[in-house]
């Protein structure tokens, strides 16, 4: 069964930083194409702040550009976010999605984690 767990998520104050992982069971990222990271404020949709391909390719949004890098830590089997100099804005649970084929699926999201960033 294919899961992924994020974890890393907590309370921050503005200015801060934070390492966010997403652990994936298996041999997942072995098969999928792309992972990324989505945050979703309340009362808001979820919305993409970085990707990552397997293979190397990255795309962030313009929030997240220049202050959050994705990696993969082929070791540890984890797909992390590294965010930097985070924002009040940058609050909400950030989850984690595998897609393992653009066209064709299938997706798997984590169940989230929160972080909230408050002085």
């Known amino acids: 069964q294919v899961q992924l767990v994020e974890s890393g998520g907590g309370l921050v104050q503005p200015g801060g930083s934070l390492r966010l992982s997403c652990a994936a069971s298996g041999n997942l990222l072995s098969s999928i194409n792309n992972i990324g990271w989505y945050r979703q404020a309340p009362g808001t949709q979820r919305e993409l702040v970085a990707r990552?391909?397997?293979?190397?390719?990255?795309e962030y949004s313009d929030s997240a550009g220049g202050r959050f890098t994705v990696s993969i830590d082929r070791d540890k089997n984890t797909v992390d976010l590294q965010m930097y100099k985070l924002k009040p804005e940058d609050t909400g649970v950030y989850y984690c999605?595998?897609?393992?084929?653009?066209?064709?699926?299938?997706?798997?999201w984590g169940q989230g984690t929160q972080v909230t960033v408050s002085s």
């Open positions: 990552i391909i397997v293979g190397g390719e990255k």
């Open positions: 999605e595998a897609v393992v084929n653009p066209s064709r699926g299938p997706i798997y």
